[in-house]
């Protein structure tokens, strides 16, 4: 399975951004997807999950801020960003959790990750 992000870029404090991830050579099902990022010198975070039927959540940080959301026919995830903040500033990127059978036909589950796209939030 393959990830590719987009959208990352330079914006002003108060801008907005929309990434998209999209998923491909999928062999299974993708359940889960999420944007996580990592800022300079900072431990990756967890951004903003959506499962496949479209529940949400958000870190405290990007409530009211950010919106994901997903087009499952097309394996892509979406992460709008508006009133964006230099905090923001990170390296942002997407994930994807895939359910499939293994060589022994049992039931297993694959995390992928996209490539990452800079975002970086000017004062």
């Known amino acids: 399975v393959q990830l590719q992000a987009f959208g990352g870029g330079l914006v002003q404090s108060g801008g907005s951004v929309r990434l998209s991830c999209g998923a491909s050579?999928?062999?299974?099902?993708?359940?889960?997807m999420a944007w996580y990022r990592q800022a300079p010198g900072k431990q990756r975070e967890l951004v903003a999950p959506?499962?496949?039927?479209?529940?949400?959540d958000y870190a405290n940080s990007v409530k009211g801020r950010f919106t994901i959301s997903r087009d499952n026919a097309k394996n892509t995830v979406y992460l709008q960003m508006n009133r964006l903040k230099p905090d923001d500033t990170a390296v942002y990127y997407c994930?994807?959790?895939?359910?499939?059978?293994?060589?022994?036909?049992?039931?297993?589950?694959?995390?992928?990750w996209g490539q990452g796209t800079l975002v970086t939030v000017s004062s």
């Open positions: 994930s994807a959790d895939q359910i499939y059978y293994n060589s022994r036909e049992l039931p297993a589950v694959s995390r992928h």
């Open positions: 959506i499962a496949s039927g479209g529940t949400t």
């Open positions: 050579g999928i062999f299974g099902r993708i359940t889960s």
